[in-house]
């Protein structure tokens, strides 16, 4: 996974980054209702998995923001595009991991049909052993039986700087457009507010027209 270093002399954040990198609670995150009412549709019209297709979206988004491609060691790291870690449910009621690469340029045929191979593989595997690069991944999981208005998510720790993107269950607002919580936690020595909205926009903008982008 290539990377580079972020210069810490010249970046503008470094009094931010110091200061937030050393609570024993240093992570941020929020909760919006997202309108999926098109990609709802375009799912049932292609027969395609609503998981799926939303873990591509809120890929897509968060590659977008260079901040949420930002893993900490000694110092920043900024990769040049993060895959995603989400999580499979097994028939049992545990789970396994997936991982999956999300190439902006690949049409959405292509993107399910390998994104549904590598969920039957995960699966068969049923492992929840993470891929060795992990913290160049974002992390994603859902409540589908949930339409929340909060959720905390575990971390493992103060230095545990993997983006999480969850959501829970879509459904009809007033309008009738189907509305779906959608949580992003970062850590904030590296994201503030600023970056967290602008995820939220370059989701909208992935929603939008999604008929036009198959």
């Known amino acids: ?26 992570h941020v995150g929020v ?7 098109e990609l709802v549709r375009a799912c049932k019209e292609n027969g395609w998995s609503f998981y799926l297709a939303f873990i591509r979206v809120a ?3 968060a590659n977008a923001v260079p901040e949420l491609r930002r893993l900490k060691g000694e110092g920043i ?15 049992d009621g545990t789970y396994c991991y997936c ?11 292509d993107y399910m049909a390998y994104a549904s191979a590598e969920r ?24 589908p039986w949930l339409h929340y208005s909060a959720f905390v998510q575990p971390t493992a720790g103060p230095d545990d700087c993997n983006p999480r993107i969850s959501w829970g269950r879509y459904v009809p607002d007033h309008r009738g457009q189907l509305m779906l919580p959608v949580t992003i936690l970062c850590h904030h020595s590296l994201v503030d507010g600023l970056q967290i ?9 992935q929603l939008k027209g999604i008929s036009n982008k198959q």
């Open 1 to 26: 996974m290539n990377f580079h270093k972020i210069d810490m002399t010249t970046y503008p954040r470094k009094a931010h980054y110091d200061h937030f990198r050393h609570l024993p609670n240093p």
């Open 31 to 37: 909760t919006v209702d997202v309108d999926v009412t």
């Open 59 to 61: 890929a897509l988004a």
């Open 77 to 91: 790291v900024e990769y040049d595009s993060c895959g995603t870690s989400h999580i499979e449910l097994l028939e």
């Open 99 to 109: 991982t999956l690469c999300h190439d902006p340029a690949r049409s959405w045929a």
């Open 120 to 143: 039957d593989r995960a699966r068969s595997g049923a492992s929840i052993e993470e891929d060795e690069a992990v913290e160049s991944l974002l992390f994603i999981t859902s409540l």
């Open 197 to 205: 909205a602008a995820f939220y926009r370059e989701l909208e903008a």
